[in-house]
């Protein structure tokens, strides 16, 4: 049977059922008497088994009958839930989860699982002292000790590399033997991590840091290094550390590495509140009824060109409303108006297919934050709320690694260890709260955690120190101020380097990826009482409501979601401040930013004007007057890049093409505000 056809499909839900297993797993730690996380473990198990065996992908079919075995035995109390015994299974699905990939990748989904079964057996059987012989065994290690550097990349770490070859710094994959009679490896380790500090920023290492410092590795280690320096100074400067036996140095290209990364991603699914077919067998049974999907799978290519096709409609609805009004016809004025009403529906249709749910995003962080956790010694839980609010695809592709980031952040600097939380008086376990909701056209999504919060006082040494910041600056600033230096370029609080901090870069890459979403971030923290850190983000990206406003004879548009008003002010209430052009806006100092200046738009009559047009926006706790010569009104407008050349332009975030034909360039608001 040609099963190619189906192939999609079968990676598709293949990739669900492991994300659930994965989820059910986390639960059954936390639960290990609940029967029903068992039996819905064994029914995803169940399915994924039956869809690879019709497939042909007889490791997949095997690993999953193992796995069904275990949990019908714990269904019938025959084994008993431990600790151990979920590494194992986590490790088994992760095997499953790297032959799904492969088969998505082109790959035969052949992998010698043999060592994983052998495990799965002793579970099985009742046998103990698992995870200590797969320590033991010789082996088992390429089955569990996977881990290598170019393959275990996460996103906090893409991110660093991606800008690093943005920035034009080199990405180094190095490997270093020591000598087989090496007595002092750690001391070694050390001198090779004081070399490279020198040359650049180490951002990975395997074995770990922790690791490497308790000598437990052989007598190799890998590094990722980002660096200005040429390979053969580096393996040169290496050597000089003595009992190395060999350095290789190689470039690592994070493009083929995140270009792997994209190509398992090959459709995406349009879900109603119908299950689909496969998950309704077992419940159909005891209905007797069969039920019709409704639910399509349709790739997010083609959604891509209906979205362009709609945005080609909304400018020539545009321009249709612009005929009507100079013709002022009475018949075409009424067939636009209900052109508009029809197209506004199909509007809401179209991105309401675009939103999928944030879980999305939110399902990867469980896991993530048990294994941090269990890094790091300490005891943490995540509650999840809101994991429904819906996102527009685009949107949800780009605030994956803002999150990633701040969730690390909250583990490593937020949640104390359990001895430091008893001695506050805190329970041992800490809580990470991420919540998500809607609020008008916008998402709102909190990162909150009950840790040791923000210490105002070493941020601003450390900003002095850095020289972000002067010593009398420092006394005027307020206290969302000096959260705000933490997203400064380059500003780490951390004593130390370790893997998940220290390097400065964080903070300032999850702002500057969240305000080109046209979005903002606000920091909230008490001193041993914890920290929020608030996103504001736009439901899409595709069509924004703007307001149109006059330069002389050119026509920019503001985005609304950033404007608190317009006013008309006479020219006496200006005020001057350092030099500046100031006004009293209902009791606060707002700075003047004149257009005509900014995007040198000649000015015939600056000097008779006595009245000003001025736009309020803000960025958040900040504020800023944009003044123009005359505003026109709202219009909903496509917002369309203005490519590669011209991406680096000032204070411009796209362009849109307007009823009448024009090009009106979109002001990025953000930009304008110091």
Not at 551 to 580: C, F, G, W
Not at 630 to 642: D, R
Request: with cysteine.
């Amino acid at each position: 049977m040609d099963t190619t056809q189906y192939l999609d499909v079968f990676i598709d839900e293949s990739t669900e059922h492991l994300e659930e297993l994965y989820k059910q797993l986390l639960e059954l730690e936390k639960n290990p008497e609940d029967k029903k996380i068992i039996d819905e473990i064994f029914r995803a198990a169940h399915t994924l088994k039956g869809m690879s065996a019709t497939m042909g992908y007889t490791d997949v079919a095997n690993l999953t009958h193992k796995l069904e075995n275990i949990f019908d035995g714990i269904r019938y109390d025959k084994i008993a839930v431990q600790s151990d015994m979920i590494d194992t299974l986590f490790e088994a699905v992760d095997q499953l989860n790297a032959i799904v990939e492969d088969i998505g990748n082109g790959g035969d989904g052949k992998r010698n699982v043999s060592h994983i079964v052998t495990y799965l057996d002793k579970i099985e059987k009742g046998e103990k002292e698992i995870i200590n012989d797969k320590a033991n065994e010789n082996g088992s290690s390429e089955t569990f000790n996977t881990l290598e550097t170019v393959k275990s990349l996460d996103q906090f770490e893409i991110s660093i590399l991606k800008e690093s070859s943005e920035r034009g710094f080199f990405n180094y994959e190095i490997s270093v033997h020591l000598s087989e009679d090496c007595l002092l490896k750690g001391a070694r380790v050390f001198m090779v991590f004081e070399v490279l500090e020198k040359l650049g920023e180490v951002i990975k290492s395997e074995p770990s840091v922790n690791e490497l410092e308790e000598e437990n590795f052989e007598n190799s280690f890998t590094m990722l290094l980002v660096s200005q320096f040429e390979e053969e100074e580096i393996q040169s400067k290496i050597m000089k550390v003595s009992e190395i036996e060999k350095v290789n140095v190689n470039h690592f290209s994070i493009d083929t590495y995140t270009q792997e990364q994209k190509n398992k991603e090959s459709a995406m699914e349009i879900r109603e509140e119908t299950e689909l077919p496969e998950k309704n067998k077992d419940e159909g049974k005891s209905t007797g009824k069969s039920t019709l999907s409704k639910t399509i799978r349709v790739n997010i290519d083609r959604l891509d060109v209906l979205m362009n096709l709609f945005e080609e409609l909304v400018i020539d609805r545009g321009r249709l409303e612009q005929i009507s009004l100079e013709l002022d016809n009475n018949d075409l004025q009424e067939t636009v108006e209900r052109m508009t009403r029809v197209s506004g529906d199909l509007q809401n249709i179209i991105l309401t297919m675009r939103m999928v749910p944030i879980d999305q995003v939110f399902n990867r962080f469980p896991r993530m934050i048990r294994q941090i956790a269990r890094d790091l010694n300490k005891i943490v839980e995540i509650d999840i709320i809101g994991a429904e609010t819906e996102l527009d695809r685009t949107v949800i592709d780009e605030v994956g690694d803002p999150l990633v980031h701040l969730i690390r952040n909250a583990m490593d600097h937020g949640i104390e260890l359990p001895q430091e939380r008893k001695a506050k008086g805190k329970p041992e376990k800490g809580t990470i709260t991420l919540e998500a909701y809607h609020s008008g056209n916008h998402v709102f999504i909190e990162i909150s955690d009950d840790g040791a919060g923000i210490n105002k006082q070493k941020v601003l040494e450390k900003a002095i120190t850095n020289q972000v910041i002067s010593s009398a600056h420092a006394e005027t600033l307020s206290d969302q101020q000096i959260y705000d230096l933490i997203m400064e370029s380059g500003f780490s609080t951390a004593d130390a380097i370790s893997d998940l901090s220290g390097r400065g870069v964080g903070l300032d890459v999850v702002k500057n990826t969240i305000e080109s979403l046209g979005g903002g971030i606000t920091i909230d923290a008490t001193v041993d009482k914890g920290s929020k850190f608030s996103i504001q983000l736009p439901l899409t990206l595709s069509i924004m409501s703007v307001l149109l406003v006059e330069l002389q004879n050119e026509k920019y548009a503001v985005p609304l979601s950033s404007i608190i008003e317009t006013s008309i002010i006479h020219k006496d209430r200006i005020m001057y401040a350092h030099n500046k052009s100031v006004i009293d806006f209902r009791g606060k100092v707002v700075p003047l930013a004149y257009l005509s200046e900014i995007f040198t738009v000649p000015q015939t009559n600056k000097e008779d004007q006595e009245y000003l047009s001025v736009v309020i926006v803000r960025k958040g706790d900040k504020m800023a007057g944009l003044v123009v010569d005359s505003l026109i009104g709202q219009q909903e407008v496509v917002l369309k890049s203005l490519g590669d050349y011209l991406s680096n332009t000032f204070a411009i975030s796209g362009a849109t093409i307007l009823g009448d034909g024009e090009v009106a360039l979109i002001i990025d608001s953000n930009a304008l505000i110091k």
